[in-house]
């Protein structure tokens, strides 16, 4: 989702496993508060994660949920299981003039966190031209707010979550019958810039690793082809690999997203592990998220959780359309990863 602080009205549901809280679905984003705190359809100003806070007095009593070594960056945390993405606070009357949904950052000040890119991440970045291409890209919104937009007993999958970082490779085709290899991350792509080809980048190394570009190439000669995978090893979960390679996830033909029962052989042999297949029951689903992974076929750690989405893929309902894929978190490694949250607001 794009990062924006912004005005928006409250959607209140229950929350699924505590009585005396409420989820708040807020365009995409969820937040949990006390129980009755919120009414349905109240205007309320949502500042998200990865949010920089200045030093003043309006968020001072948000200091002691707040990350980082200065706690003034904004992170999302779990609450009885549920994520919470962000801070909530009240609408003022200066931006009543705002449409809802505008960036407002600006006027309060708030800026977004840029984490320090790893130099094996790092690289040349180009603006090539791609003609009239369009180069998409890929989120993979909460479970928790979005579980209505699946209809009752749709048949899904369930693909295990890899922990890496999103690896974004097109082939775009040129009139003169010579092809663009364009490789990108996940914050790159969603400006449209992409990373010159190296020999020590990353995601180029990934690409290189599973012979990408000339699979793609016999398989949809003269296509304009989009996949996203994740790189992987990065960080803690290193699923016993040692040099950058790419599981896929999603494979675009002409604009056209597939299905992975439309995947050819050769590259449903490069996919994330398929966890689950059958009708969407989200404790079910809960269920195939915990335990450990299954990428390396040894059980190296925990798993991240699974990302679920329909057989045949589709928009989502709502006013804001997007892709249909839904995450559902490993509580193990929600453990790992927010302890320190956890312990904060306990």
Known sequence: MEWKVFRTKCEVLPHPSADR???????????????????DGSIVIFVPEK????????????????TGSEKNRVKSIRLRGEPSMGII?????????????EDISGLLGITKFEPCI???????????????????????????????????DEE???????????CSFSIVPGQDGQDQILVSSKGLAGKG??????????YWLGVKDINLAEKVRQLYPGKFVQVFGELIPVQFLKYGKVKPTVLLFRVEVDGVNLSYDEIPQPLKELWVPLAYRGPFNYTKLQEVA?????VSGKQLTISEGV???????????????????????????????????LEAIS
């Open 21 to 39: 809280l409420d989820l708040l679905r807020l365009d995409g984003y969820s937040c949990v508060v006390q129980k009755g705190l919120r009414q």
């Open 51 to 66: 949010s920089i806070l200045p030093n003043t007095p309006l968020f001072e009593s948000y200091r002691p949920y707040l």
């Open 89 to 101: 606070l009240e609408d003022q009357k200066e931006f009543e003039h705002v449409p809802l949904g």
């Open 118 to 152: 790893p130099a094996e991440l790092a690289g040349q970045v180009i603006n090539p031209m791609i003609g009239g291409f369009h180069i998409n890209r890929h989120d993979c919104e909460i479970a928790g707010v979005n579980l209505d937009e699946f209809e009752e």
């Open 156 to 166: 899904v999958f369930a693909f295990e979550k890899i922990h890496g970082s999103q």
């Open 193 to 202: 810039l992409f990373i010159a080809e190296s020999e020590t980048n990353s």
């Open 290 to 294: 915990k335990g450990k992974e299954r």
């Open 307 to 341: 990302v679920c989405s329909p057989v045949k893929n589709r928009m989502s309902k709502g006013k804001n359309p997007f892709p249909l894929y839904i995450k559902i978190i490993n509580p193990k490694y929600a453990e790992k990863t927010e302890k320190e949250d």
